[in-house]
């Protein structure tokens, strides 16, 4: 089941969500100080191509919490929205709800990509 979900995750805007992660992913590596934010940025990239049968466990501490607090103001913000009005549009139909709540799991990993484990 996780393989069909993927799949049609990949085909109807997976791809799209990724690309905009690795977009913003490359805009942060334009600097020193933003590399490790960027590095963040494409290991969820690779999360939002194939969502379905992980875990994103949250932990960290109040590094993590400074750190998530900046990358909310120059990035997180938009990504998360992103992903919360998607998701919305796809809980519209009974079909879409898995692939919507996939998505509001993403839109809360765009808020807090720092400290959190993907399993």
């Known amino acids: 089941m996780k393989l069909i979900g993927n799949i049609i ?46 875990e994103v466990v949250y932990g960290g501490g109040s590094v993590s919490f400074i750190v998530n607090m900046l990358w909310i103001i120059f990035g997180g913000l938009e990504l998360a929205f992103f992903h919360l009005v998607i998701g919305g549009i796809y809980c519209l139909t009974v079909v879409g709800i898995p692939f919507g709540l996939q998505q509001f799991k993403l839109a809360k990993l765009a808020f807090m990509p720092f400290g959190a484990q993907v399993g």
Not at 25 to 36: A, K, Q
């Open 9 to 54: 995750w990949f085909l109807f805007g997976g791809f799209i969500g990724a690309l905009m992660w690795a977009l913003v992913g490359f805009l942060w590596c334009c600097t020193i100080v933003g590399i490790p934010f960027g590095v963040q940025c494409f290991k969820a990239a690779f999360l939002v191509l194939w969502p379905f049968g992980k």
